[in-house]
Nanobody, 125 residues
Framework: QVQLVESGGGLVQAGESLRLSCAAS????????VGWFRQAPGKEREFVAA????????FYADSVKGRFTISRDNAKNTVYLQMNSLKPEDTAVYYC??????????????????WGQGTHVTVSS
């Protein structure tokens, strides 16, 4: 069973950048499809980005396309979310999630088996 720990959140101003990390233990991140989701206060948890287990295909929500980049470092057993040109509407708790050999339905949160505890991102205007 894989455990996920997010880090890298914080308070930034609009236009700045952050890099979130999702460190995995108990399993190789290279054998999991990994997604980033976020939940703003009073809203549903929504898909942000994901990377397939094989080939590294990446997928993004329209709201972050061109600004966020997901990547994976198998040697460090970590998945990253580079967030550039941040906007106040990006403020949320960001969660990473994993599903074994995941390559489809990566934008669908109910298909993920494992979740981290989340990291807070606040973007001020």
């Amino acid at each position: 069973q894989v455990q996920l720990v997010e880090s890298g959140g914080g308070l930034v101003q609009a236009g700045e950048s952050l890099r979130l990390s999702c460190a995995a233990s108990g399993g190789s991140v290279g054998t999991y499809g990994v997604g980033w989701f976020r939940q703003a206060p009073g809203k549903e948890r929504e898909f942000v980005a994901a990377i397939a287990w094989s080939g590294g295909s990446a997928f993004y929500a329209d709201s972050v396309k061109g600004r966020f980049t997901i990547s994976r470092d198998n040697a460090k057993n970590t998945v990253y979310l580079q967030m550039n040109s941040l906007k106040p509407e990006d403020t949320a708790v960001y969660y990473c999630a994993a599903k074994f050999l995941g390559y489809r339905d990566l934008d669908t949160k109910v298909t993920y088996q494992y979740w981290g505890q989340g990291t807070h991102v606040t973007v001020s205007s």
